[in-house]
């Protein structure tokens, strides 16, 4: 069984300040883990991933996460926050590659993210 | 980059009458695909997996004589909701997993089904 939880339900900050998204998982079997983003209207579309590889994995947009296994956590963090990056942001975990489950993603509850001028 | 198409993009319908939403992977072949669906200010919820060729499977809770999946090609899922009641208006969105590739995940931009 896998789960996610997202730390924060919103999260505001100024245009040009660290954005920190938090996120903490738990997976029975080596996860594999996305971030997402969803803007008004639209679909999800796929920030970054953590596949078994590289600890910190750089995503679209200047978006990077850092896989912690020790932490369960692969919080999203952006050093420098844009009014482009306001919308909701969805932390994911699916089982890792080798089963046909792969891409059954199981979401976290979402953080929606404000940027102040 | 790979696409998928969902379609409609948002339906209103009347209660009791059945609506069909389809899920096209554009330029890559998928034999896996996914529902969810997604109630507002909540997150996106998995109803169902759906391969192609054969019966989908569906998540506990989710009543498949109600959500028809039928994935018959390996670039076309549908999901039909059957006689429709407003407590199944929602958002619901479509991912493809391509043939082949168990990294290529693709989301649609979703279906917006409301039921007066």
């Known amino acids: 069984a896998q789960s996610v939880t997202q730390l924060g339900s919103h999260v505001s900050v100024s245009e040009g300040a660290l954005v920190l998204l938090r996120c903490n998982y738990s997976?029975?079997?080596?996860?594999?883990l996305f971030w997402y983003v969803q803007y008004p209207n639209q679909g999800l579309q796929l920030l970054l991933k953590?596949?078994?590889?590289?600890?910190l994995v750089k995503g679209i947009n200047g978006f990077e996460a850092e896989f912690k296994k020790s932490e369960t956590s692969f919080h999203l963090t952006k050093p420098s926050a844009h009014m482009s990056d306001a919308a909701e942001y969805f932390c994911?975990?699916?089982?890792?590659?080798?089963?046909?489950?792969?891409?059954?993603?199981?979401f976290g509850q979402g953080t929606i993210l404000t940027v102040h001028p | 980059g790979a696409v998928v198409s969902q379609h409609p993009s948002r339906v209103i319908c009347k209660s009791g009458t059945s609506v069909k939403i389809e899920c096209r992977s554009l330029?890559?072949?998928?034999?896996?695909m996914f529902w969810y669906r997604q109630f507002p200010k909540q997150s996106l919820m998995l109803m169902a997996t759906?391969?192609?060729?054969?019966?989908?499977?569906?998540e506990q809770g989710v009543e498949k004589d109600k959500f028809l999946i039928n994935h018959a090609s390996l670039t076309l899922s549908t999901l039909t909701v059957t006689s429709a009641h407003p407590e199944d208006s929602s958002f619901y969105i479509c991912?493809?997993?391509?043939?082949?590739?168990?990294?290529?995940?693709?989301f649609g931009s979703g279906t917006q089904l409301s039921v007066l």
């Open positions: 991912s493809a997993r391509e043939q082949g590739f168990n990294e290529k995940l693709f």
């Open positions: 997976s029975s079997v080596p996860p594999y």
């Open positions: 953590y596949t078994s590889a590289a600890t």
């Open positions: 994911a975990v699916s089982v890792s590659a080798g089963g046909t489950s792969y891409g059954k993603l199981t």
């Open positions: 330029d890559f072949q998928a034999t896996t």
């Open positions: 759906s391969n192609e060729g054969s019966k989908a499977t569906y």
